[in-house]
């Protein structure tokens, strides 16, 4: 795991129903245990429907700055690119709600998932070990990203 490249990616999302609700915030940190996070991404993606259950702060950013989701997976997909020819690993917390929406929204949008269908569950990693995935977030998703991929490192 030590020079491994792995992709810790967080959302936010309008609500839990995918196609119905929005993914209002893309965050993706990527790094190695040794180097530690070595690049970031951020973008807010233009809400898909009005409806709004959760993350009401980031659905109001994401209606006045967000990319439209075709330019906004594009972007993700083109930063992913060099991290993925160099192996990286999709990692998430929890990886079973994350996923679905880069996997419907990269297939929406793009019409194919930068990652194929390959998806590691870093809450699942440590449970396997024994351990506890907690961590405090403030729910800005390149932030949560950042600070889920270095908890990662030092606990994984």
């Not at 965050?27 to 009401?56: M, N, Q, Y």
């Not at 506890?132 to 403030?138: D, G, I, R, S």
Request: aromatic share 12%; charged share 20%.
């Amino acid at each position: 795991m030590s020079d491994r490249l792995w992709i810790m990616i967080d959302i936010e999302t309008s609500g839990p129903i995918i196609g119905r609700h929005s993914m209002t915030e893309l965050g993706a940190a990527v790094g190695s245990r040794t180097k530690g996070t070595i690049d970031t991404f951020e973008v807010l993606i233009k809400p898909i429907s009005d409806e709004v259950k959760t993350s009401k702060d980031s659905f109001a950013a994401a209606v006045e700055r967000g990319l439209p989701p075709a330019e906004a997976m594009k972007t993700f997909a083109d930063w992913c690119a060099p991290h993925i020819a160099n192996r990286a690993t999709f990692i998430a917390r929890p990886s079973c709600f994350d996923w679905p929406w880069i996997v419907w929204y990269a297939w929406t949008y793009l019409g194919d998932n930068p990652f194929g269908f390959r998806a590691l569950c870093a809450s699942s990693w440590f449970e396997a070990r024994g351990k506890k995935f907690t961590v405090e977030l403030p729910h800005v998703a390149v932030e949560d990203a950042k600070i889920q991929l270095a908890h990662f490192f030092s606990q994984g």
